[in-house]
């Protein structure tokens, strides 16, 4: 998996500090691994098949997530952490290196503008990191635009503010072009705070015209994502408030257009897993957000707060996977903001998590699981998925990321590396800078 032009000089872990921290770990590694591999094979599962499924799975990391996030009351920058897209790239390579599970970053503009594409794609390929879907932003003001975002964007009541936001989605996907992306997302902040406030109707009937200019702009091999949110930035109404209008708008535009599931922007108690059945079920299940969240919202880490939904959600993405037999690609990426962590960390903690859910859904015993719903056998029904989710899987995930050259404990292995305290060295501290979710 990944890419082949790696520079090994460019690579921000030194392999040995790898191979080092491994050798620490590997008896016990493989002793675990036996233990695991004996467990399954007395569920005819072959520990081999779920090491090389995990290890084909590619997650995008958001580049907006390298940086210390922040709440509308504070951020607390780190030493060290990326000031420009380059060296978000070259912290998205150390994850990637640790995990082998992250091949590419998921872009955000303008947050990531820079003045030579061509560079930052062969930037990317030195370092074995390709362009994920590139995520459009006209929920802010930029510096310099004439017209501003305060009143919404593509929705927008005037036709100039509406085309100044089509035209910024053009632009990204003319960046994205150039990267190498397939993909852009676009999630708005538009909608209302007041009763009154909007017409719904009007409103994404305009959001609908502007996007169909952004959709007819897309190269032929590219996908359009359209991401829902139920509340914040505005807090009385949401232009593409939930899967329902997402998936309608979806199936309005054409083919091309597909929803993107965010964990975190849903109604709190809504049954997730079920929306991406049924989005999967119509072919417009096409991206993913990872994240967790326990109130209103939409940015910690993946698994940290709710690990069984997240596994739910796997269940149904696996289950997905067999009915579409190849043709279910759905782009999976993370959309976290770490305030009080240091990304990187929380960023290899998530892709454990993310890949543990994964093998976790992989090892369900769908006949026994169909046999028992036929019977209404309610009991073992829910067993076959709650036994899959309490398997100890982790000397699994330990094997897949060895054999991609990635460690057996990222985290420890990052720690011993002494990476941010050497980038704290090198990278001009700047406290001012936002992960962009300030
Ligand atoms: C939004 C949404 C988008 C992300 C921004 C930063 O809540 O999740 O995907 O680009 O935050
Ligand atoms: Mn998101
Ligand atoms: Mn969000």
Same mark, same amino acid.
């Given at each position: 998996?990944?890419?082949?032009?790696?520079?090994?000089?460019?690579?921000?872990?030194?392999?040995?500090?790898?191979?080092?921290?491994?050798d620490r770990l590997m008896e016990a590694h493989l002793a675990d691994y036996a233990a695991l591999g004996a467990r399954l094979a007395r569920e005819n599962i072959d520990i081999e098949d779920i090491v090389a499924r995990v290890m084909a799975l590619e997650v995008g990391l958001p580049s907006w997530g390298m940086v210390s996030g922040g709440t509308r009351f504070a951020r607390f920058p780190l030493p060290g952490e990326p000031v420009d897209v380059y060296e978000k790239l070259e912290d998205c390579s150390v994850v990637h290196q640790l995990t082998g599970l992250t091949p590419r970053v998921s872009l955000h503009f303008p947050w990531d503008k820079t003045d030579d594409y061509v560079a930052l794609r062969q930037f990317g390929e030195a370092h074995g990191i390709g362009f994920d879907a590139i995520n459009?932003?006209?929920?802010?003001?930029?510096? +310099?635009? !004439?017209?501003?975002?305060?009143?919404? $964007?593509?929705?927008?009541?005037?036709?100039?503010?509406?085309?100044?936001?089509?035209?910024?989605?053009?632009?990204?996907?003319?960046?994205?072009?150039?990267?190498?992306?397939?993909?852009?997302?676009?999630?708005?902040?538009?909608?209302?705070?007041?009763?009154?406030?909007?017409?719904?109707?009007?409103?994404?009937?305009?959001?609908?015209?502007?996007?169909?200019?952004?959709?007819?702009?897309?190269?032929?091999?590219?996908?359009?994502?359209?991401?829902?949110?139920? #509340?914040?930035?505005?807090?009385?109404?949401?232009?593409?408030?939930?899967?329902?209008?997402?998936?309608?708008? /979806?199936?309005?535009?054409?083919?091309?257009?597909?929803?993107?599931?965010?964990?975190?922007?849903?109604?709190?108690?809504?049954?997730?897993?079920?929306?991406?059945?049924?989005?999967?079920?119509?072919?417009?299940?096409?991206?993913?957000?990872?994240?967790?969240?326990?109130?209103?919202?939409?940015?910690?880490?993946?698994?940290?707060?709710?690990?069984?939904?997240?596994?739910?959600?796997?269940?149904?993405?696996?289950?997905?996977?067999?009915?579409? !037999?190849?043709?279910?690609?759905? $782009?999976?990426?993370?959309?976290?903001?770490?305030?009080?962590?240091?990304?990187?960390?929380?960023?290899?903690?998530?892709?454990?998590?993310?890949?543990?859910?994964?093998? !976790?859904?992989?090892?369900?015993?769908?006949? &026994?699981?169909?046999? #028992?719903?036929?019977?209404?056998?309610?009991?073992? /029904?829910?067993?076959?998925?709650?036994? &899959?989710?309490?398997?100890?899987?982790?000397?699994?995930?330990?094997? &897949?990321?060895?054999?991609?050259?990635? /460690?057996?404990?990222?985290?420890?292995? #990052?720690?011993?590396?002494? #990476?941010?305290?050497? !980038?704290?060295?090198?990278?001009?501290?700047?406290?001012?800078?936002? +992960?962009?979710?300030?």
């Open positions: 998996m990944g890419f082949v032009a790696i520079d090994r000089a460019m690579l921000g872990i030194p392999p040995e500090v790898i191979a080092k921290d491994n459009s932003n006209t929920f802010q003001d930029q510096a +310099g635009q !004439k017209r501003s975002y305060k009143f919404g $964007s593509l929705s927008h009541s005037q036709a100039q503010t509406r085309q100044q936001a089509i035209e910024h989605n053009l632009q990204c996907i003319d960046i994205g072009h150039t990267l190498g992306s397939k993909a852009i997302t676009v999630w708005i902040g538009d909608g209302s705070n007041f009763p009154g406030q909007c017409e719904f109707t009007d409103s994404l009937e305009r959001y609908l015209d502007s996007l169909r200019a952004v959709y007819r702009h897309l190269p032929h091999d590219w996908r359009l994502f359209i991401e829902h949110k139920m #509340y914040e930035p505005a807090f009385y109404s949401t232009v593409v408030q939930d899967w329902g209008t997402s998936i309608l708008c /979806a199936q309005t535009l054409g083919d091309k257009a597909q929803c993107l599931v965010d964990l975190g922007h849903h109604a709190p108690n809504v049954n997730i897993e079920m929306i991406v059945a049924r989005l999967a079920q119509f072919g417009k299940l096409g991206g993913f957000h990872f994240n967790d969240s326990k109130y209103g919202d939409d940015d910690l880490d993946s698994g940290s707060v709710n690990p069984f939904q997240l596994f739910l959600v796997f269940n149904e993405l696996v289950s997905a996977e067999i009915r579409g !037999k190849g043709s279910f690609r759905p $782009s999976y990426m993370m959309d976290q903001s770490h305030n009080v962590t240091d990304p990187i960390e929380s960023l290899l903690n998530s892709a454990r998590a993310i890949a543990g859910s994964y093998a !976790k859904a992989l090892i369900v015993d769908r006949v &026994a699981l169909k046999g #028992y719903q036929a019977d209404n056998d309610v009991i073992m /029904a829910h067993n076959c998925l709650r036994l &899959a989710f309490e398997t100890d899987v982790r000397a699994a995930l330990a094997m &897949a990321r060895v054999r991609s050259g990635g /460690a057996i404990d990222p985290i420890a292995c #990052y720690r011993a590396s002494s #990476y941010r305290a050497l !980038k704290a060295e090198v990278r001009h501290y700047n406290p001012n800078l936002g +992960g962009g979710i300030v």
